[in-house]
Structure formats: C-alpha cells, structure tokens
C-alpha cells in the first residue's frame, strides 16, 4: 500500500470562522470551517461541503502545528 501526504490549508475568513481544506496527496477532498480556539492550540471544525469522491476525516479538531505540514499516514 502506499502512504497518503495529508495536508490541511487555512484559507480566508468565512462565515464566523477561516475556511480548511483537507488535502490528500495534494487533492482537495473536502472543506471545513475551522474556529481558533487559543486554548486547545487547534482549529474546531465544522463540516462545509465535499468534492465528487472525496474523503471526510472523522475529526473534530485539527492542531495548530499540524496546519500547513505535509503528514504522512
């Protein structure tokens, strides 16, 4: 099997909270809306739309130092 790059993008600021994507191998599955929360140090996210045969994570908050860095799973 070969490894996913997953990456998550913060973009502009979108109704009450910054726009994500979700990035897998440099494709964009899906968009959230992410709302700072300083003191968890992550973005709390809420689920916005999906491209044609993209993936959802089952998350509910991504990490501010995992915001903009190529992951490998």
Known sequence: MS???IKWRVG???QGGYE???MV???VNC???GVPDDRA???RLRFRSRMPYGEVPKVKSVS???VGKDLTR
Request: cysteine-free; overall charge negative; proline content about 0%.
């Open 3 to 5: 490894e996913k790059t």
């Open 12 to 14: 502009d600021w979108k």
């Open 20 to 22: 994500i994507e979700y």
């Open 25 to 27: 191998n440099g494709i």
């Open 31 to 33: 968009t959230f809306i």
């Open 41 to 43: 140090n992550a973005f």
């Open 64 to 66: 501010f130092f995992e």
